[in-house]
């Protein structure tokens, strides 16, 4: 008998198998309007190679990305696969940097998300005033904008604003999440990009209208009730899968 079977855990991730959850990612990141041109990144590290993740090739367009044009480089902001393919810099200056100083997670997002972006330039950040936003309380850090470029310097002030947190706000920039896997952090952009958005509407409303019952008592029983019991417990895979379907509305990321 397989010895994953008689151990109850689940067989080692292939590359194939990432490679389609990341093309996936980039696929629906497109389809929900969370691409910025040819810009932004989805990152996901290959199993079995420490060291080493998937990015987009430089030029294509979300919507464009499958399994096997997915580029493969490592942290030191090198192309792995011999490819030759051209990777944006700024792949390797954020990504880079985080999947050195987390091996622990697989996927990367850093995205210009609408809703992301304009609640990157709010000081007081994400609020705990959605069932949204809960899952992300307290599991927020902020990095300071720093300009464009993104030296050694400030690759290791943003890792350490991350610390073991499940993302970042990049103030005036944008957000960062990780995941386990592919699929949490995806979900966990997705929960983020709606609970910015949540805030933001009821930020265009008169104070009267706003946290009828206060940020407190849905902080207290949303906590209880489940999305802190452990930390990215419930989106580590793809409870999203209706998501998935993309076959029919974008054929061919698989390829």
């Given at each position: 008998?397989?010895?994953?079977?008689?151990?109850?855990?689940?067989?080692?991730?292939?590359?194939?198998?990432?490679?389609?959850?990341?093309?996936?990612?980039?696929?629906?990141?497109?389809?929900?309007?969370?691409?910025?041109?040819?810009?932004?990144?989805?990152?996901?590290?290959?199993?079995?190679?420490?060291?080493?993740?998937?990015?987009?090739?430089?030029?294509?367009?979300?919507?464009?990305?499958?399994?096997?044009?997915?580029?493969?480089?490592?942290?030191?902001?090198?192309?792995?696969?011999?490819?030759?393919?051209?990777?944006?810099?700024?792949?390797?200056?954020?990504?880079?940097?985080?999947?050195?100083?987390?091996?622990?997670?697989?996927?990367?997002?850093?995205?210009?998300?609408?809703?992301?972006?304009?609640?990157?330039?709010?000081?007081?950040?994400?609020?705990?005033?959605?069932?949204?936003?809960?899952?992300?309380?307290?599991?927020?850090?902020?990095?300071?904008?720093?300009?464009?470029?993104?030296?050694?310097?400030?690759?290791?002030?943003?890792?350490?604003?991350?610390?073991?947190?499940?993302?970042?706000?990049?103030?005036?920039?944008?957000?960062?999440?990780?995941?386990?896997?592919?699929?949490?952090?995806?979900?966990?952009?997705?929960?983020?990009?709606?609970?910015?958005?949540?805030?933001?509407?009821?930020?265009?409303?008169?104070p009267a209208a706003r946290c009828a019952r206060g940020e407190q008592t849905l902080a207290a029983r949303t906590w209880r009730g489940g999305w802190a019991t452990a930390p990215g417990g419930k989106l580590a895979t793809w409870n999203s899968r209706p998501l998935l379907r993309l076959d029919r509305s974008a054929?061919?990321?698989?390829?």
């Amino acid at each position: 008998m397989n010895q994953h079977l008689n151990t109850g855990q689940r067989p080692p991730r292939t590359e194939r198998e990432v490679r389609i959850d990341l093309a996936a990612a980039y696929r629906m990141a497109a389809q929900n309007g969370w691409d910025d041109t040819i810009y932004t990144h989805l990152s996901a590290s290959v199993p079995g190679e420490p060291g080493h993740y998937l990015l987009n090739p430089f030029g294509a367009t979300f919507d464009e990305i499958t399994a096997s044009s997915l580029v493969k480089v490592n942290v030191r902001g090198e192309v792995a696969d011999g490819s030759g393919a051209r990777v944006n810099p700024s792949g390797f200056a954020i990504h880079g940097a985080v999947h050195a100083a987390r091996p622990d997670v697989e996927c990367v997002i850093h995205l210009h998300t609408p809703w992301g972006v304009a609640l990157s330039m709010l000081p007081e950040g994400l609020q705990p005033t959605s069932q949204y936003a809960m899952r992300l309380h307290r599991r927020l850090g902020r990095h300071a904008y720093e300009g464009l470029a993104l030296g050694a310097d400030e690759q290791r002030r943003l890792v350490a604003d991350l610390g073991a947190l499940d993302g970042l706000i990049l103030d005036n920039h944008g957000p960062l999440v990780v995941g386990r896997t592919v699929a949490e952090a995806w979900m966990l952009m997705h929960l983020l990009e709606r609970a910015a958005q949540a805030q933001l509407r009821a930020m265009w409303q008169p104070p009267a209208a706003r946290c009828a019952r206060g940020e407190q008592t849905l902080a207290a029983r949303t906590w209880r009730g489940g999305w802190a019991t452990a930390p990215g417990g419930k989106l580590a895979t793809w409870n999203s899968r209706p998501l998935l379907r993309l076959d029919r509305s974008a054929p061919g990321y698989r390829d």
